[in-house]
């Protein structure tokens, strides 16, 4: 038997298609010929399987060999493909059984000396081979990571000299060598990072923080420097309801597929990124010659929180808002696209003005309105359309600041009032507040006269565009929500319209 073939899988978006290494030994030369992978992948793959086989105390076949990696046209990063290579050519070559081979999905980069090495994506891939009822065989450093699919379907090894051999006891009727990764807890049940009651005095803000959280709603926080607008920010994950199964996996998978991995201690938490505002559009929404997620990925199922707002590239920014609607985003390179997941809450914080003292009462502040006009008008109105709450966030005063603890409440106790309005929500139209769409807005958000007196009065007063008007429903809703109220009420309408700060300039 000169022809071999061994499972593996490739890497897109999300996903791990399937990839066969087929694998033929015929007389001639002595050559090795990789088809079906990119030409600069090719020589550094061929260097080290041929190194790690004669490392593994295996004969590297004096024949011509050719490798053929199918489908051709899937994109195909080299390393991940070494060890089922390997193995194709040690079953080709007669020196592992190649009967066993088919119950078998193969990834892992080799060294030199025939140890493995881990690849991206371990997670999608083990999902996608428990799909086939396949058993996938990982590099040990992955094991982590895979164990997180729960499926019984993973095994991992340290090296090729591992793999063969258990291939060979396998089929040989004794036990393999195989090793299990470890077990993994489901996602625990935890207030995140940093607490709510370490922030003094800021009722006003943490009550915009809760809603935010309740109905999951995008905010701006308006503030000078110090006032606590990052402090702040870094509480919202805490506040939003544990993740679902479903959702932690997914957020894992992220990790997978980014050139880090993902840490088992993270698992279960929701993510929390806060980019730069150098940060380039690929950073921010993914891309690159070969697709890479951006921050909005990585935000997935948290928040992302873009400090500075005005600082970024405009229109950077503007490719913000197609992903806000929609919740994932479609990379194009070349003929290929890549659909990445990327429902993230937005948190954003700016300055009042270029200095940031605007309002102090020092009167430090000397900004001119032009250049504070000019400095707002960085934010297209656009963007500042999609964001549901505007706040102000003064600095809290010293004696606040300094006052034995007044008792504070901390992120679990608002967490369970937000897990409970967010199944109001989700019981009633089984979406978010934040995701309602006008329909939507029009069966659950019906206002009675008096509320709908003062919403009118708004309009008129603020100038609101239609954009507005149906984000401040959305907040009513979320506040009524929080409150446990069926029927939107004056009150709640009263102070979803007082997140509207910045329509008012
Ligand atoms: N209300 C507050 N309670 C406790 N510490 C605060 C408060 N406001 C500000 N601080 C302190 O001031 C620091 C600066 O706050 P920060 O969130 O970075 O402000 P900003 O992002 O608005 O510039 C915080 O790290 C914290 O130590
Ligand atoms: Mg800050
Ligand atoms: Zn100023």
Known sequence: MALATVHSRAQTGLEAPAVAVEVDLAGGLPALAIVGLPE??????????????ANSGYQFPTRRITVNLA????????????????????????????????????????????????????????????????????PESNGDEAALAGAGCVRTAIHLADVAASLVAGSAGSEPLWLEPPEVAEPPDLAQGADLRDIRGQAQAKRALEIAAAGGHSLLMIGPPGAGKTMLASRLPGLLPPLSR??????????????????????????????????????????????????????????????????????????????????YIVISRAARQAEYPARFQLLAAMNPCPCGYLGEASGRCHCTAERIARYRGRISGPLLDRIDMHLHVAPVPHDVLMAADAAS?????????????????????????????????????????????????????????????????????????????????????????????????
């Open 40 to 53: 600069a992948e090719v020589k550094e793959s061929k260097d080290r399987v041929r190194a790690a086989i």
């Open 71 to 138: 489908p051709a046209d899937l994109p195909k990063e080299g390393g991940r493909f070494d060890l089922a290579i390997a193995l194709g050519i040690l079953a080709a070559s007669g020196q592992v059984p190649a009967d066993a081979l088919d119950r078998y999905e193969f990834l892992g980069e080799l060294s030199l000396s025939g140890s493995l090495r881990p690849v991206r994506g371990a997670l999608p891939a083990t999902l996608a081979a428990d799909a086939q009822s396949r058993t996938l065989v990982l």
């Open 246 to 327: 479903a959702d932690a996996l997914e957020v894992a998978a992220v990790a997978s597929i980014e050139g880090s991995g993902f840490k088992t201690s993270n698992w279960g938490r929701r993510p929390f990124r806060a980019p730069h505002h150098t940060a380039s559009g690929v950073a921010l929404v993914g891309g690159g010659s070969s697709p890479r997620p951006g921050e909005i990925t990585l935000a997935h199922c948290g928040v992302l929180f873009l400090d500075e707002l005005p600082e970024f590239d405009r229109r950077v920014l503007e490719v913000l808002r197609e992903p806000l609607e929609s919740g």
């Open 409 to 505: 409440e901390d992120s679990a106790t608002v967490r369970s009032r937000v897990v409970e309005a967010r199944q109001r929500a989700i019981d009633r139209q089984n979406n978010d507040n934040a995701a309602l769409d006008p329909a939507g807005i029009e069966r659950v958000c019906a206002l009675d006269k008096s509320a709908r007196t003062i919403m009118e009065q708004a309009v008129a007063r603020l100038g609101l565009s239609a954009r507005a008007y149906h984000r401040i429903l959305r907040v009513s809703r979320t506040i009524a929500d929080l409150a446990g109220e069926t029927a939107i009420q004056r009150t709640h309408v009263a102070e979803a319209i007082g997140y509207r700060q910045l329509d008012r300039s």
